[in-house]
């Protein structure tokens, strides 16, 4: 684990910024409430990893240094376990400390963990066509794959900036949106795009299965879990298994240990 070098000029604004109880819970609410809430969660039984966790947590939730600050906070506590790589801590079964971290982290960027490697993967299969993603949220992962030089349009049927969105609440200190996110009735397919679903809601929710019938290209980019996970719904792995096939699947892919989610590249039979 490499530890984040801070300059002394960040650390006095962190200083400042930390001795201020009043001025941190109205500028930035979830870090406060992460802060008073980690003392007293288990962690993952390292100090020094728990504590170099926190401080890339504060930073980067409180400055605009990064260009992919999820990343660059989750980065260092992701590990392989059977092939896999996860956000877990150094720990097989995470910890509470770390999980109250996830939910924040989620809400503020995208459930899905935005590896580079992942980025530079989708890129690779979607290079020379339009991607259009359903469903993007706070279109976190729509700006990272732009980064990377994709063509990418980005919908939702609730975009925050806009409307109340339930899964990515307005706070201070949070992007509403990291990328223009328009509204889902606004999006129009052709036959050469790439269809891009990234944790479309489960439990039933017909949003996954319904983007897909209505796509009219032959490529779908996936990042969710199976069937019977929290994401997608039947429909949607029934209409995979009756006429897409799977071309191939990111084996650098990374999710939080609690979580069955992977990226893959589907084509249409």
């Known amino acids: 684990m490499v530890d984040l070098i801070l300059t002394a000029g960040r650390r006095e604004q962190l200083a400042a910024l930390l001795d201020d109880a009043q001025r941190l819970k109205a500028e930035y609410p979830s870090v406060a409430e ?88 989708i890129a690779d299969r979607c290079a020379g066509h339009r991607v259009v993603e359903i469903g993007a ?15 990418i349009e980005a919908y939702d049927s609730q975009p925050p900036d806009a409307t109340t969105n339930l899964s990515f609440p307005s706070a201070a200190g949070r992007r509403d949106v990291w990328h223009p996110v328009d509204d889902h009735t606004a999006y129009t397919t052709s036959a050469d795009d790439v269809l891009f679903l990234c944790w479309p809601p489960g439990w039933e929710d017909p949003m996954a299965s319904t983007a897909l019938a209505e796509f009219e290209g032959d490529r779908l980019i996936y990042i969710g879990e199976p069937k ?21 699947e990111d084996p650098r892919s990374v999710a939080w240990w609690n979580l069955a989610d992977t990226a893959q590249a589907w084509v249409r039979r």
Request: aromatic share 12%.
């Open 34 to 121: 992460y802060l008073d809430a980690a003392p007293i969660l288990p962690g993952t039984g390292d100090d020094r990893a728990d504590a170099a966790f926190d401080l890339r947590f504060v930073h980067y939730l409180t400055s605009d240094e990064s260009a992919n600050p999820y990343w660059d906070i989750v980065a260092p506590s992701v590990s392989a376990v059977q092939g896999r790589r996860r956000v877990d801590g150094g720990r097989s079964r995470g910890s509470a400390r770390l999980g109250f971290a996830q939910t924040i982290l989620q809400t503020t960027f995208a459930y899905a963990v935005p590896a580079p490697d992942t980025i530079a993967w």
């Open 228 to 248: 019977g996970g929290k994401t997608a719904d039947d429909a949607f792995f029934d209409a995979l298994s009756a006429d897409w096939t799977l071309e191939s």
């Open 137 to 151: 949220g706070r279109g976190y992962w729509a700006a990272q794959l732009a980064r990377a030089g994709v063509r």
